[in-house]
């Protein structure tokens, strides 16, 4: 690995001393695969395989010059580099998701292009949205900074609207959100005890699910506004335990994943469904789980009851509350004339 110390304006990498050039960075990154260990579930080895040196310069220069950055290929390119980010404890994250149900070289491109960086799911939900992307900012609240990026995230965010609207093929939504490092809640990896599902705080936890329209006709229907939106998601994340890569097909790495699960953890993973969160499973093998509301108090109570639970009781080990801030679904006119939305799962609502 390159042991890297700061980047140079002149497009050089100066590393104790001496300078890297930014091609021996991109030529390192056409290269760089991921050990078995990490990504188990991921069947993409090399991630910037697909790309053109010129974005990978591009991916390099943003990585190393905007220490606020996060993801993926971020990650991977400072992996790659050397460089250290500091992880600031008080800090404000700032991001937004593509989630797509087709998607083409062209299309990629240009979301990685924008800032976007491919998140994908080894189970993804709603069913059909197989290719994710996402641009984050984490801002040390000590520091100044969050205006400037939260304009950059809204033009970039506002270019990825343009490019899915204009394809001809990719159905799907994007969704900015904001979230504070108080409502993100880290916790140490416990085994529960048989009765710990039994401990959920249901009277916090129970809300009506009300599913959104994707035509006129179901809004009308249901009272529910066409272009109802939601007001924030709460994020669960119970650990897993997948072995390395083992290049078999991926339904196979998935299901048998899935069966070395203890009953405890299914047992809770299945209380969660019940109460409106659906499960995803993470490409390093993490078990996620997401209920998106239609009010923030609503969501604010929520996740106050599970970081209480998982703390107590342990299982879980991360909660996230994200507010939204904008969300859009891209919509297409169907054979019989009929203006469709993009599905996306139903919010939940103590109304």
Not at 165 to 180: D, Q
Not at 201 to 206: A, D, F, Q, S, V
Request: glycine letters at 8%; charged letters at 25%.
């Amino acid at each position: 690995m390159l042991r890297s110390n700061s980047w140079k304006a002149d497009g050089g990498w100066a590393v104790d001393g001496s300078e890297l050039s930014l091609s021996a960075v991109v030529a390192e990154m056409k290269s760089f695969t991921y050990p078995a260990e990490e990504l188990p579930l991921c069947s993409e080895r090399q991630p910037f395989s697909p790309f053109s040196d010129e974005l990978c310069a591009q991916i390099a220069r943003e990585a190393l010059t905007t220490p606020e950055r996060r993801g993926r290929l971020t990650d991977a390119v400072r992996r790659i580099t050397g460089q250290r980010m500091p992880d600031p404890a008080q800090h404000t994250t700032f991001e937004s998701h593509v989630g797509l149900t087709a998607v083409d070289a062209e299309l990629v491109t240009g979301l990685v292009a924008l800032g976007f960086e491919p998140h994908n799911f080894a189970g993804a939900q709603p069913t059909g949205y197989h290719h994710n992307f996402t641009l984050q900012f984490v801002v040390d609240r000590a520091h100044v900074g969050e205006g400037r990026l939260t304009a950059v995230l809204r033009e970039k965010t506002d270019r990825a609207r343009e490019l899915v609207e204009n394809h001809p093929r990719a159905l799907g939504f994007v969704e900015s959100e904001v979230y504070r490092s108080d409502y993100s809640r880290r916790l140490p990896t416990r085994r529960m005890a048989p009765d710990a599902p039994d401990r959920l705080p249901y009277r916090n936890l129970t809300f009506r699910e009300v599913a959104v329209p994707t035509t006129a006709r179901e809004a009308a229907l249901s009272g529910v506004r066409l272009d109802c939106g939601r007001a924030a998601d709460v994020h669960i994340k119970i650990a897993g335990r997948a072995g390395p890569y083992s290049g078999e097909p991926l339904e196979q790495r998935i299901a048998r994943h899935k069966s070395s699960r203890g009953p405890v953890e299914m047992r809770l993973g299945q209380c969660l469904r019940e109460l409106g969160y659906y499960e995803q499973i993470s490409q390093s093998g993490n078990f996620l789980y997401t209920a998106h509301f239609a009010e923030l108090g609503d969501a604010n109570r929520a996740f106050a009851a599970l970081a209480d639970f998982g703390a107590r009781y342990g299982g879980i080990v991360d909660v996230v509350r994200e507010a939204c801030t904008a969300f859009w679904r891209k919509s297409v006119v169907a054979e019989s004339g009929e203006t469709v939305f993009a599905s996306v799962p139903p919010l939940l609502t103590g109304r």
